[in-house]
């Protein structure tokens, strides 16, 4: 299916456009925030393309989502991207093999059911994250380990390559990851900058992980408020002065 599409376009653009429209069908159903921007892009790339070629886009994600289904334990479209050869046009890049992955997964991990027990949850970030090989490999071992990666694992991702960081969000959806894949130099700027472009996967809102952050951030303002004892002053005789200092 991709092949007849690079009949009359070049292999490159149209993977680029496949997953920046496959990122842009998936979030506009749950990110309302930027709905109408990745829908103009949606239709902008459109364009470019034939009717009977645009039919194509939705078979292809068709396909992506049922190898996924089929086995989850990999990462699909960086090895088709691979095998198609495109890493030449973006200068050699290349994506971590899926077996490496799940080994580095296994060294970083550590006593993953006892964080989680601790605080709920726990987070994960690739700063260079590619199609998403690494947070895929972390979402299985911690399926493993008993930890529901769907409720217990926050994923983050950056990658300074829009369309690997589209790769990473389609995977990281459509295997029910909760968090955000950010666009963005992990360097300069890191995280969520306000120049970056964030693309939150569906089980981020399905999760309620907007508000549980925000109940963290709140717990961690609160924690940071720590009781000092002011030097005695003029005060009766059994009480005791406290100061709530804020650091």
Request: charged letters at 25%.
């Amino acid at each position: 299916m991709f092949r007849r599409l690079t009949y009359h376009h070049q292999s490159w653009r149209v993977w680029s456009d496949f997953v920046e429209m496959a990122a842009c069908a998936i979030s506009n159903r749950f990110d309302q925030s930027n709905h109408d921007a990745r829908e103009k892009r949606y239709l902008e790339i459109v364009q470019s393309y034939e009717r009977e070629e645009v039919e194509e886009f939705p078979r292809l994600l068709a396909c992506v989502t049922g190898a996924l289904n089929e086995n989850p334990r990999q990462d699909f479209l960086g090895d088709m991207f691979m095998t198609l050869e495109l890493a030449n046009h973006w200068k050699g890049q290349f994506f971590t093999p899926y077996s490496v992955c799940e080994l580095m997964a296994e060294l970083q991990a550590g006593d993953i059911a006892e964080k989680v027990q601790e605080k709920g949850y726990v987070t994960v970030n690739d700063p260079a994250c590619g199609a998403g090989a690494l947070l895929i490999a972390f979402a299985n071992m911690a399926r493993d380990r008993g930890v529901n990666f769907q409720q217990q694992v926050l994923f983050v991702a950056q990658d300074i390559d829009p369309t690997a960081a589209h790769m990473c969000y389609i995977q990281l959806a459509l295997l029910g990851c909760p968090g955000y894949v950010i666009v963005g130099d992990t360097l300069s700027r890191p995280g969520l900058h306000p120049e970056n472009e964030i693309w939150y996967t569906p089980m981020w809102f399905v999760g309620g992980w907007p508000l549980r952050r925000l109940v963290d951030r709140m717990k961690a303002l609160v924690e940071d408020v720590r009781p000092a004892r002011e030097e005695p002053g003029p005060v009766e005789s059994g009480e005791e002065v406290v100061q709530l200092t804020l650091f």
